[in-house]
């Protein structure tokens, strides 16, 4: 599975889009890009899958680019609640023996 | 909202002492995790299951163990804790293609 790099911490101010980056440019054609959160002493949560194109729900915008090797996760309007750690993994799309693997991820810290 | 639940939320047990912690899912996934995460550390995978009768240990190495006798239950059993096994436990499962869903967590604390 493609390894993915993530800055430890970012900040970002309350009521601004705060944009999460991740690196994984060892990417293959049939993995996707899969984004989880996990609020402070709670299980991780779920936020937004892609492929290739960039996707939106009520949650966050996944940006990929073109050559897919970067993806950014935007939260267009963060609030104080918005603060947890963000993890940026690949799975592959047939996914079979695939087990779900978090790294360090990045901090985000949701300043008022 | 995921419907995956883990019982108890806080446990505070004595050493030696055989504790079993549950969780349930009502999304009829065939896959579950168990993961063991320490404040402010990465989560570990300690077992996992793709289906029923099949049980597999994970990265950590891990002195629990675990059954899959339904598809909706997936128990993880200490035989005997000790304060080493102190730790947030998260229990998870999946179907293909969507994302893993994890239940709120067992912080265990053995004295």
């Known amino acids: 599975d493609a390894k993915t790099t993530q800055p430890p911490s970012m900040d970002c101010a309350e009521g601004r889009a705060a944009n999460l980056p991740c690196n994984h440019s060892?990417?293959?054609?049939?993995?996707?890009v899969y984004w989880y959160r996990q609020i402070h002493s709670q299980g991780p949560q779920y936020i937004i899958h892609?492929?290739?194109n960039n996707e939106t729900n009520e949650m966050a915008s996944l940006i990929i680019t073109e050559d897919r090797k970067s993806s950014t996760l935007i939260l267009p309007h963060a609030t104080l609640r918005d603060t947890a750690v963000y993890y940026c993994?690949?799975?592959?799309?047939?996914?079979?023996?695939?087990?779900?693997?978090f790294g360090r991820g990045t901090s985000l810290i949701v300043h008022p | 909202e995921a419907d995956i639940y883990q019982t108890p939320r806080y446990l505070v047990i004595g050493t030696g002492k055989k504790i079993t912690l549950e969780c349930s899912q009502t999304m009829g996934h065939d896959k579950m995790y168990w993961y063991q995460q320490d404040p402010g550390m990465e989560l570990h995978l300690i077992h996992y299951?793709?289906?029923?009768?099949?049980?597999e240990k994970g990265d950590l190495s891990s002195e629990s163990t675990v059954s899959r006798i339904r598809t909706e239950h997936f128990p993880l059993t200490l035989e005997s804790a000790r304060p080493s096994h102190t730790s947030q436990y998260l229990c998870a499962s999946s179907a293909h293609p969507g994302g893993a869903f994890f239940g709120q967590g067992t912080r265990l604390t053995v004295v």
């Open positions: 993994i690949v799975r592959p799309s047939s996914g079979g023996s695939y087990i779900p693997t």
């Open positions: 299951s793709y289906g029923v009768n099949s049980t």
């Open positions: 892609g492929l290739k």
């Open positions: 060892t990417i293959s054609g049939n993995e996707y």
